[in-house]
């Protein structure tokens, strides 16, 4: 299979456009976020890092739950452009799910095509996963070639009312899937329920990940998870520490009627504009 690679200029997109790429296609990259000494320094925390294999290769390694470590990875949280485009699509008021580091070595096979997110929660993303809004930020360390474990999707995906959508599957491949190579430095963006992965690395060096899972205070899991550690979050940056309130936290109404009072007569985070 010979897929389509987008190579588009990623930095000629507005926020309107960045928006409605996210929001329609289901991906979007933020190009070249991090400078060359910025990458560096994540690169020296995560070169000490214990790792483990995932399931199916050894040449896959992860670490869960890197957000307490402390220097560069943890201030990589709050990176200001990316806050910024999160609280202009998600709303000012965030939380992060999950915080994990990714090492795709030569010789992995490469990811199947997956979804983040599931609605009643799942063995492998819990039930955190079951937030009804989430976006997850992969920054990448290394350069995304087409050797080099790039990043696929298939777009659109997400929208689909199919049963081929059902967030549980996962594919070997899919015709529609696109490359997305991407420079050091740089982010790709997705929604929780795009199908997608990244290609196996036959490549002769790694390639090196941090994962960070947003989502709007309101999109809560659907029943009780673990609470943070409260002393590890004391110990968190101040400015860092709201985005770790409690993780059960949600907006919703059950006994919302038919005419609440103080209904607002405009919103701007629904209207087509925001893409504009």
């Given at each position: 299979?010979n897929p389509?690679?987008?190579?588009?200029?990623?930095?000629a997109l507005?926020t309107g456009?960045?928006?409605?790429?996210?929001?329609?296609?289901g991906?979007?990259v933020?190009?070249?976020?991090?400078?060359?000494a910025?990458?560096?320094a994540?690169?020296r925390?995560t070169?000490?890092?214990e790792?483990?294999?995932?399931d199916?290769s050894?040449?896959?390694?992860?670490?869960?739950?890197?957000?307490?470590m402390?220097g560069?990875?943890?201030?990589l949280?709050?990176?200001p452009p990316?806050l910024?485009?999160?609280?202009?699509l998600?709303?000012?008021?965030l939380?992060v799910?999950?915080?994990a580091?990714?090492?795709?070595?030569?010789?992995?096979?490469?990811?199947?095509l997956h979804?983040d997110?599931?609605?009643y929660?799942?063995?492998?993303f819990?039930?955190?996963g079951?937030?009804?809004?989430l976006?997850r930020v992969?920054?990448?360390?290394d350069d995304?070639?087409?050797?080099?474990?790039?990043?696929?999707?298939?777009?659109?995906?997400h929208?689909s009312l199919h049963?081929d959508?059902?967030?549980y599957l996962r594919?070997?491949r899919?015709?529609?899937?696109?490359?997305?190579?991407?420079?050091a430095?740089?982010a790709?963006?997705?929604h929780?329920?795009?199908?997608h992965g990244?290609?196996?690395?036959?490549?002769?060096?790694?390639?090196e990940m941090?994962?960070?899972?947003y989502r709007?205070?309101?999109?809560?899991?659907?029943?009780e998870?673990a609470?943070?550690?409260?002393a590890?979050?004391a110990?968190?940056?101040?400015?860092?520490?709201?985005l770790f309130?409690?993780?059960?936290t949600?907006?919703a109404?059950f006994?919302?009627?038919?005419k609440?009072?103080?209904?607002?007569?405009?919103a701007?985070?629904?209207?087509?504009?925001?893409?504009k």
């Amino acid at each position: 299979m010979n897929p389509r690679v987008d190579t588009r200029d990623w930095g000629a997109l507005s926020t309107g456009g960045r928006i409605r790429q996210l929001e329609v296609e289901g991906y979007l990259v933020l190009p070249d976020l991090l400078t060359p000494a910025e990458v560096a320094a994540l690169k020296r925390q995560t070169a000490g890092f214990e790792t483990q294999a995932v399931d199916y290769s050894e040449r896959q390694r992860y670490r869960s739950e890197v957000q307490f470590m402390g220097g560069a990875i943890t201030g990589l949280i709050v990176h200001p452009p990316t806050l910024t485009f999160l609280r202009a699509l998600l709303g000012e008021e965030l939380l992060v799910t999950s915080y994990a580091y990714a090492r795709s070595e030569p010789g992995h096979p490469g990811i199947s095509l997956h979804t983040d997110g599931q609605p009643y929660g799942s063995a492998i993303f819990g039930y955190r996963g079951s937030a009804p809004v989430l976006v997850r930020v992969l920054y990448y360390l290394d350069d995304l070639t087409r050797e080099v474990s790039p990043f696929r999707v298939v777009p659109c995906s997400h929208l689909s009312l199919h049963a081929d959508g059902n967030p549980y599957l996962r594919y070997e491949r899919h015709p529609d899937e696109v490359m997305v190579p991407v420079r050091a430095g740089s982010a790709v963006l997705i929604h929780h329920r795009v199908f997608h992965g990244n290609y196996p690395n036959v490549g002769d060096r790694p390639r090196e990940m941090l994962a960070l899972a947003y989502r709007p205070a309101w999109a809560g899991p659907i029943v009780e998870v673990a609470p943070w550690d409260p002393a590890e979050v004391a110990r968190l940056p101040e400015h860092i520490r709201p985005l770790f309130a409690d993780p059960n936290t949600r907006h919703a109404d059950f006994n919302a009627g038919n005419k609440p009072a103080g209904m607002r007569t405009e919103a701007p985070g629904i209207s087509p504009e925001r893409w504009k």
